[in-house]
């Protein structure tokens, strides 16, 4: 147990880090960023490269956007095999419908709890 949690640290740690030296080192906004992270993630899957990542680092490759791509590129592979071409267009909204759906609940929730307001 103590082990899987040390490699989600170690991978997720190391995609954050590439994340921030790309903020750092580059002039790309955050938006682009976030959004090569999610492409990448739906190409090294279906390169067969993220799997791997997904098996050894658990959460830690999984919780970031790439692993976003991740569960997207699944989702459609898996929906394309049960469904054929429909699959493409359904099959990353159904895979990926828990997340979304708890984000936008969570963030309404925290909304309530809170005071969103400007930072000026």
Known sequence: ML???LKA???GGAICAI???VI???SLTPARILTA???AGVILTALGL???LVDWGGAGATVPLSGFGYVVAKGVEKAVDEKGALGILTGSISAAAGGIGAAVMFGFLASLLF???DKS
Do not use: A, N
Request: net charge negative; glycine share 4%; hydrophobic share 30%.
């Open 3 to 5: 082990t899987d949690c």
């Open 115 to 117: 005071r969103p307001h």
């Open 50 to 52: 993220y799997e791997p």
């Open 37 to 39: 992270y999610l492409v």
């Open 9 to 11: 640290f170690l991978v």
């Open 19 to 21: 994340g921030q030296i």
């Open 24 to 26: 750092d080192r580059t």
